[in-house]
């Protein structure tokens, strides 16, 4: 299975995330190595170089972020963070607003995404949290889901990942490769 796209269109990936302390950052570089075990194509950005989602050739979009006040960050949450310790730089922007800047109809016709966050929260089904956020907006957006919005722990605001997050994150990218894949080419039921 890995690595094998046959005659298929290779699946291209968009992978955006947003990073505080580098958390998330190492998530997402995880993530992308785990899509690229299964033959995707990946573009890894920082939502601060990031072009517009209507601007970028995709097909599947995975977008990281921390979790800050129970949701995507803000300009006062990241002022916040640099107040704990995190580069002035990094807090420039974020995802909410990269998210803000898309166009209604940004997901049609067939574009695919995934949403991750981090979090020190152990509670997996948060209701709020910078993943569910990111993932209404994609879905009022048009974007087809492929997996639940799916967090990834941090020991303390500041980091570690906890023990074993990452390895879960290279996982999660190749299950979201295969059931972007699955989406996009439908294995035609068995016939009886
Ligand atoms: C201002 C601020 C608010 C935060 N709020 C939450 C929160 O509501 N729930 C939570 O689980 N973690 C919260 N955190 C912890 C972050 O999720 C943690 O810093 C992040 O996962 C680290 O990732 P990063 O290194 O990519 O920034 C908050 C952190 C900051 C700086």
């Known amino acids: 299975m890995s690595g094998n796209v046959s005659a298929e269109k290779e699946l ?19 993530v992308a190595e785990g899509l690229r075990i299964e033959g995707v194509a990946v573009t890894l950005t920082d939502v601060r170089d990031a072009a517009p989602a209507d601007e970028s050739e995709f097909d599947l979009l995975v977008v990281g972020a921390p979790t800050h006040a129970f949701s995507l960050s803000r300009p006062s949450t990241r002022a916040d963070a640099v107040r ?19 166009g209604a109809a940004s997901g049609a016709p067939d574009r695919l995404a995934a949403v991750f966050d981090t979090r020190v929260t152990k509670v997996r089904r948060l209701p ?35 023990t074993g997050e990452l390895h879960h994150a290279v996982t999660w990218g190749r299950v979201v490769a295969l059931a972007a894949r699955q989406r996009l080419h439908p294995t035609p039921a068995p016939v009886r």
């Open 12 to 30: 291209q990936a968009l992978v955006v995330y947003e990073s505080m302390f580098g958390c998330t950052e190492q998530v997402a570089r995880a």
């Open 128 to 162: 709020k949290a910078a993943g569910t956020r990111a993932a209404h907006v994609l879905t009022r957006h048009g974007y087809d889901l492929v997996s639940r919005p799916t967090p990834f722990l941090v020991e303390d605001l500041k980091g570690p990942l906890v």
């Open 84 to 102: 704990q310790g995190a580069e002035p730089e990094v807090a420039t922007t974020g995802v909410r607003e990269w998210l803000a800047a898309m």
